[in-house]
């Protein structure tokens, strides 16, 4: 790994967990079981140097500032999955034999989490803040288990934290499990981490661990064997990516909400609408396509706050569904931001509790596994949310400058929402061929918001 010393890794177990009791076993949705054959989550955040003063878990003065935090750090996570059990665990299977199908669950035995303490020599935190494209290698390597699927979880951490040290700073990487949880789900555990960290002894806000079926549905849910998990996808060469990430202050995504809602004469386009929908015109106008191309976008839509009554937001697991906007290319440059943003906000409005109860239904009788080439598509495809909180993980030492992803689940078109680091502002990480990066980043219409 280029530049990259490994220090060490190491196990990380729940601290109070006593081998004496039954492990608890968590049945998995269809919203879990879809992603057996993806990556994991991997999210991780930058900070400039710490002070080791912070660092409650002090073994002796005698030891270097950085020891004495990566201890807190894996002190505190053990104290965290107190909470989140099923991180500290594995899946499991049950092979069916009088239907041949097989099931997964997870098995909350305390197997335990990866913990991988790293330098990143002579990089500084300006080497990942200030050039243009994102050093992808270099930001990738902050991240552990690289390259794992999600239902290698059988013998794999679903779990893994790696602490790299910078010049001036340090990454904190997770990779966590995609069939254990969602984007909500990974910062939720994010945060009540930082909250162990502060010195919290209970958490603000509990994980919720049961899972969510619908009435009838039989558990655990039956996969038929000819949906084989297999390694397959890894043969596919993806085409050269690069990645960038455009920021967008509250003041211009008021601009282009109150643009897109004007042209269409409503006050129901959100902001997230408006500029998606703005950053979509800007792709599709680099490309010259034929008019009548169709062009899709894909966005996943939180469902916990669509059922009745709501999943709580601690509601652990997964909680999305996808749902795809296509236009005409000649349509979505001529009719302008609001049709476009509108567009968006008729096709999330569709995603009823009806339509996501039809979904969880048929899937259990049709089981569908998404793979990334089922994924990779000319749609772009947006993930993540600007209202997760990410600036407000505080291990103690204040606030992080910035957020990354590692490079699970990344193929032309993933486009990732972040809120940016100034209070109502967005940041787009976009992963696309460097042509339309290029094309984007000179396109005056895009650039002056």
């Given amino acids: 790994m280029a530049g990259i010393r490994l220090i060490s890794t190491s196990t ?3 601290a109070s967990h006593k ?34 003063s912070q660092a409650k878990e002090a073994e002796s003065e005698s030891e270097s500032e950085i020891t004495l935090l990566v201890h807190h750090l894996r002190t505190t996570l053990s104290r965290t999955l107190d909470f989140f059990t099923p991180f500290a665990g594995r899946l499991a299977t049950i092979e069916n034999k ?12 305390n197997a335990g989490a990866q913990f991988v303490h790293a330098v990143a020599n002579g990089v500084s935190v300006a080497d990942i803040l200030e050039p243009v494209y994102v050093p ?51 910062w939720h555990f994010f945060n009540s981490w930082s909250e162990i960290s502060r010195g919290f002894d209970q958490l603000s806000k509990p994980p ?4 969510f079926f619908l009435d009838g549905i039989d558990c655990p849910i039956k996969i038929p064997y000819g949906k084989k998990l297999s390694d397959g996808d890894s043969l596919i060469t993806p085409p050269p990516l690069k990645e960038r990430v455009f920021h967008f202050t509250k003041e211009n995504v008021a601009r282009l909400k109150a643009k897109a809602n004007s042209e269409i004469g409503t006050n129901r386009i ?7 929908a703005h950053f979509w015109r800007s792709v599709i106008r680099s490309q010259n396509l034929d008019p009548n191309q169709q062009v899709l976008y894909r966005l996943l839509i939180g469902a916990r706050p669509r059922l009745h009554p709501p999943l709580p937001d601690e509601y652990l697991g997964n909680a999305v569904q996808a749902g795809t906007v296509a236009i005409k290319a000649g349509d979505l440059l001529k009719r302008g931001l609001g049709y476009a943003a509108w567009e968006m906000n008729k ?3 569709l995603h009823t509790e009806e339509k996501l109860r039809s979904f969880l239904e048929s899937w259990v009788e049709k089981p569908e596994i998404l793979t990334e080439s089922s994924m990779a598509s000319t749609a772009l495809v947006t993930s993540s949310s600007p209202r997760f909180n990410v600036y407000g993980n505080d ?23 972040f809120p940016g680091a100034a209070q109502g502002s967005v940041d787009i990480e976009a992963c696309l061929s460097p042509e339309i990066l290029k094309a984007i980043g000179n396109d005056s219409e895009f650039t002056d918001v």
């Avoid at 004496?20 to 140097?49: A, C, M, S, Y």
């Avoid at 992803?405 to 078109?413: Q, V």
Wanted: glycine share 10%.
């Fill in 12 to 14: 990380v177990k729940a």
């Fill in 19 to 52: 081998p004496e009791h039954p492990t608890q076993r968590i049945e998995l949705t269809p919203w879990d079981l879809q992603l057996l054959l993806v990556d994991p989550i991997q999210k991780g955040l930058l900070f400039h140097n710490p002070k080791a």
């Fill in 98 to 109: 009088d239907n041949n199908t097989i099931s997964y669950f997870i098995d909350c035995n």
């Fill in 136 to 186: 992808l290698q270099l930001v990738n390597s902050f991240f552990p288990l690289n390259g794992v699927r999600n239902y290698e979880g059988i013998s794999k951490p679903l779990l893994g934290v790696q602490i790299t040290e910078l010049v001036d700073g340090i990454f904190i990487g997770c990779t966590i499990n995609h069939t254990v949880v969602d984007g909500t789900s990974f």
């Fill in 208 to 211: 919720v661990l049961q899972r």
């Fill in 270 to 276: 959100s902001s997230l609408q408006a500029l998606l």
């Fill in 347 to 349: 096709m999330v409005a």
């Fill in 395 to 417: 291990f103690g030492w204040g606030r992080p400058v910035a957020v990354r992803s590692g490079g699970g689940n990344k193929t032309h078109g993933k486009i990732t929402v």
